[in-house]
Structure formats: structure tokens, C-alpha cells
């Protein structure tokens, strides 16, 4: 693939994805494209299907209709492990740390090139964005605090040098000034031109940082579109989510 | 119990502890890691025992036969996950100790055939075919403290690999969350197969070390699995640091139990393994 047809080309394009637990049909024709370096929050109330998206372009809980393709190649059937393998970043909701696991060993897990060979985010790097985990380097992953810990999970994901990283409740459950950080460092990762997917429930700083937004409502999209139309027409929000 | 008979003991204690735990090792990390019950573990290590007694009797050469029947049981271990497991990982607990019952006389029947039901000897292997004396009135055969020597070196091995490398870490995130490690990039289907393959080759090789030791007989896997499995539950499911002490103490107990309390010996390391439930329910170093 060229340089140019790297540009054009979504890094997820996913078309009319029909994901089902068991015979629960919960994404009803989602499409969701993501261009490189571009940022892209997914809304919704709880329950609507936004970390099931996730889930399904993931390969996690493989869409039953619908087409997903990564750089242009089709996954269809393919294991989680090689769609990541492709140059994505997951920070799953939860977090994902592993208990007996030390920092470093989190930060070197999973440390590779990206696939064009380079190492952008080495170890170091990934200190200086988080000191924190500098000082807490050699401590239990799990005994870390809410915040530490989803900064080591964003950390982890960066050191696999990802074109593209998914947050999953990004600041889920950490104090307002954990938050303010955590968003500092999302607007650093989107500044080094990595693309992101967001899911947060906080609107005011994913219209900021989001180039798109995508609102599902019930496994299907409501809304498609940018900040601009969001604040230009504030009943979407306010009548799917239930902020003005 | 004099000094030198308690001596022996602890000896014997001891090896037969380091013994369990090469075997429980991999029981603990098919089980913890990969989810997977494996009843014919023990299986695999009678047929270690019959592959050395086998290859001896043709090469002439114990520490040949060994390293001929090493990339056997390795094979053995590859195929056995590939071809039976593979689909059993979404499945409940049940399909896979229906499966690996089933292999167990599968295997039962496979020695049966290619080796009869008659009981076997190894002979202790030169140059380790000797007693040392270790005090005026203790003796101690030279090949049980090699035993013990290989088994402390691989159980060195194992905790290094699982504490200091790349494969370690992730061998132990998978023991914990195995979607997330797949959520890292990391093919888990392979880490699957690696587990699966070392867990069966640290059985069979511990089967082929204990041959000289004891008969090579049918069934001989048998009641080892059970005591192996009361080890890595005494140990903590995943925990090769829990196998280890584990191992060590079952092995003191089963062996000071059968000299001490001879009628309640059968029961020593199920009364331990309730203590230690009791205390710790998930194990001691879960």
C-alpha cells in the first residue's frame, strides 16, 4: 500500500455490523469509519451498544451480518489477537491490569514495531508522558490507583505502536483531576497523529477532542456528524442522552 | 526414628516432592491458563515411563532413550492439543474431562497394546548406579539425588522463564485474563499449544526420571494424578510458586505419613489439602 492510499484509506471500516449474545440481536446495521489520525467518540447511554461496536470490530463478539474491514482488508473470521496485530491500541473498560504483574512488565508485554517498523513509543516515552508509572515502575499493576491504572493501560497500548487506539470508558470512575490529565494525555496521543475511538460520558470534553461523534441509540445510529452539528442542534443530545 | 532413618526420609521427602511438582507444573499451567482439566495428564506420565523403558531396551542407552523420548512426548503433547482440544476451549468444563477421561483409556489401552500388561524395570543408569554415604550409618542411592538435581534445575528453569521473560508475563496475564491478553496482540492460540506441549513433556520427562525408581507398570499415572491435583490446589491454580511448595510439602507428608501414621497415610494429603482450603481457599499462593 502506498503512502497516499495509507491516507485514504479507512483504518476501520465498518459496514451495516449486526452483532447478536446469543439470539439478543444488540447492533442493528452499525457503520462506523475511521479515517487515519482522525478522532472519533462513540455516544450512547448505557446499554445502547457502543462497547459492543467496540467488541465487534474487535473480533471479540464477531458481528453475525455486516462487513469489517481494518487498512482495507476484510476480518471476517479472523481471531481478535491478528485484528489488533494490524495497529490497533485497546484500553478496555476495566482497564484490563493483571494482578501480579508489575508496571514494567505491563509497559513490555506487548512492546513491539508498529508494521511499518517503527518504535515511536518506546519505554521511555512512555514514561515521560506518564511519570507517575515512573515512580511506581516496579509496583503490582493491580495495587495502583484507579487513575495509575488507566494510565498504565493507555501506556501499555501505546507501546505497541499503534496507528489507531480505542478507549473504552476512558475516565470511567477517577476524580475530576485524574480526568482533566487522562484527557491531557488523550489530546497528546491524538496530537502525535494517532486515530482514536472514545467512549466517555463526559460530552463537553469529547466535543472538544472528537473530530466525529457517532450516537447509538438502542444498537443503531442516531446521529453521524461533528461537534459543530452536535452544539448547533443541542435536542440530539439532550433528548438521547439527556444533557443540553 | 533415629537420625539417619529421619534422614532418608527427608530425602526421600524431598525427591519425591520435587517428582510432583514437574508433574503438577503443568497440570497448574493447562489448568489455570488454558482452562483445560486434563485427566490424562497422568496418562502421559506412564507413558514417559514405557517410552524410556521402551528406548532403553532398543538403544541400549538410558540417557539416549531420554532424549529420543523428550521430542516424543513433546509430538504426543502438539497433537493431542491440535486435534482434540482445539475445539473444546468455548466449552464447559464437562466436554473436557469427557475428552480427556477419554484419553486416558485411550492411552490405558495404547500401552496395553504396544507394551502388555506385564510390569517393567528400568535399571538405574551408570554412572549414577551407586550409594553415597552421607554420614557413617546413611547411605543414599546417588541416582535419587540426581533425581532431585534435575528436578531443582528445571524447577529453576520454569521460574526464571515464568519471572524473568517476555513469555513469562504473558504466561501469567493469561493465567489471570486471557481475552486481554489477546486484547494486547498476542496470539493465545499458540501460547495455548506451547503450555499444552511443555505441560505434557515436563510430565512424561518426570515419568522417564522416576522409571529406575520404581516399576513401570499399567496405571502408574493414575494415582499420581490425583496427588498432583491436590497439589496444585493446595498451591493456588496458575501458581508455579504454589505447584512448588505445594509439591515439596505433599511429598514430606505422603512420605513421612506412610512411616509415622501408616493406617491414616491415604489420608494425609486430603486432611492438608482441607486445612489449607480452610485457611486459604483459593489455594496458598493463588
Redesign the interface.
Known sequence: MTAAQQVTTPLIDARNIHTYYGESHVLHGVDLVLMPGETLSLLGRNGMGKTTTLKSILGFVPPREGQVAIKGIPVAKRRPWQLIRQGIGYVPEGRGIFPGISVREHLTMAARSNDRGETLWTLERVLDTFPRLGQRINHDGSFLSGGEQQMLSIGRALTTNPDLIILDEATEGLAPLIRDEIWKIIRNIQASGIASIIVDKNIDNLLDVADRHLLLVKGRVVYSGDSHGLKADPSILDTHLGVA | MDLAFFGVQLLNGLQYGLLLFLIASGLTLIFGIMGIINLAHGAMYMIGAYLVYDLTLRLGNFWVAILVAVPIAIALGLIIERLFLDTLYKRDHLYQVLLTFGLILVLNEAQRIIWGGDVHSVPVPAPFDASLQLTDNLQYSVYRLFVMGVCLALAAAIYWVIRHT?LG??I??GA??R??V????????TLFTLIFSAGVALTAFAGMIAAPLSSVAPGMGDSILITCFVVVVIGGIGSIKGAFWGAILIGMAETFGSVLIPSLASMVIYLIMAAVLLVKPRGLFA
Not at chain 2, 182 to 189: A, D, F, S
Open positions: 517476555r508475563i504473558i501469567r496475564a489471570v485474563n481475552d486481554m489477546e486484547g494486547l496482540g498476542i496470539n493465545v492460540r
